[in-house]
C-alpha cells in the first residue's frame, strides 16, 4: 500500500453537462445535466464530511463535464474554502469562464486550475475539443490565471493521431510558464471507446518521451499511464530509451525544441493509483475508486465516503497489490500497479494485468500451477 487510510484527491464529478464535444469524454458529456444530480445540499453534505476527515485532508478536485454548468457552482466553492478544504478546479474553457471569476476563485485561496490541451496547434485541439477557438481562449485563460496568481496545470490526453506533437506541445507549455503537464492515457470508455488503441510499443515510447520531458523543470505526472514511474526508475539507473513505438523521432523534436535537459527528472518515485490515493464520487453520487474506473463501490446517498474509501473489498485489493497476470508477479507492482481502469475497460477484470503495459508481455503467462498474487487457483 503505497497510500494510508485517506484518499490524497478526491475528485466530484459536479455535473455531467458541459459545452464541448471532446471526442475522448470519459463522462459522454451533453449540454444538458444528466439525471439524477447531487443537489446543492447534497453537495454541501459532502463537502462537509470530508472537512470532518483527519489533517491533512486531502485535496479537493472539483471537476466535470463542467462545474460552470452548475448554477450553484460560486456556493460550492466558496462552501468548501469556508470549511478549509484545499480545492483544485477543472473547468472546460467557454464563455462562462470569465476574468471576474477566476479573480473571484484566487480570492478565495482555490490551490489549482487545471486546463485541457491535447494538440499543439489550433486546428489540433480544437478538432478533438470540437469547439473552434478552444486552443487560443485556453491560452487566453491560463495567462489571467496566472495573472491572478493561480497555480497552472495542463492536462493532455495522449491520443493515438496526436502522439507526435507531443514534443511541441511541451515546449509551449515551457513558453508560457506552466509549471505542471498531467497526460492521461487514454481508457477506451466514455466516447473514447470508440477511438483506436496504442499498442504497447507506442505507449512504452511515450513514456520515455515524457521521462525526456521532465527533464527541463516541468513536474510530468500521468493519469492511468503508472508505467512511467517504472520507465522513471530504468531510466535513472541508465537504462537506454528504446528504438521502437516511434521514439526516436519524437525525442529528436523534443530535443530540436527545447536543447539539452536543464533539470533532474521531476517525475514522483511514487504516485496514486485509482483506489489508492484516489477515489471519485459521480455525479449522481456514485462512489468509483476513479473516474475512468467506474466500477460502483458505493453512494455519498446511502454510504460514508470515508469507510467506503478504507473498507470496500476492491479498493482493499488493488492497495494490497493483490494482482493477477503480469502485475501479479511484476517486480515494479509496488510503485506501478498497471492502470485499473483499462485492465478493467479491455479485460472485465480491475485487479488483472494492464494491455497497455509495455513490459507485461516479457514477464509471459503464469508458470503451470503457480498462483500469482491475485489469482485464485482453479478448482
Ligand atoms: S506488469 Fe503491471 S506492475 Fe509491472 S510494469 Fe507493467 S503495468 Fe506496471
Known sequence: MIHGRQPRLVFWETTRSCPLRCRHCRAGARAAPAPGELSTAEGFAVLESIARWEVPRPVLVLTGGDLLARPDHPELVARARSLGLSVAVAPAVSDRLTPKLIGRWADLGVSALSFSLDGATPGSHDAHRGVPGTFRATFQAIAEAQAAGLRVQVN?????????????????????????????????????????????????????????????????????GPWLRRVHHEREAGAAPPRDGGYPVMAARLRRRLGPPTHPSSIAPVGTLDGDGIVFVGHDGTITPGGLLDLPIGSVRTDDLRAVYQGHPLVQAIRARRFSGACGRCPARSYCGGSRARAWAETGDPLGSDPACPWAPELGPAPPGVAAAGEVPPG
Not at 175 to 184: D, K, S
Not at 189 to 209: C, D, K, M, N, Q
Not at 214 to 224: D, I, T, W
Open 156 to 224: 493532455t490526453t495522449v491520443l493515438p493521431d496526436r502522439r507526435e506533437e507531443l514534443g511541441a506541445l511541451c515546449a509551449l507549455l515551457k513558453l508560457h510558464r506552466v509549471p505542471v503537464w498531467e497526460l492521461f492515457f487514454l481508457v477506451r470508455t466514455g466516447r473514447a471507446a470508440t477511438l483506436p488503441e496504442i499498442s504497447p510499443a507506442e505507449y512504452g515510447a511515450v513514456a520515455h518521451l515524457l521521462y525526456d520531458a521532465s527533464r527541463y523543470g516541468l513536474l510530468v505526472r500521468a493519469v492511468e
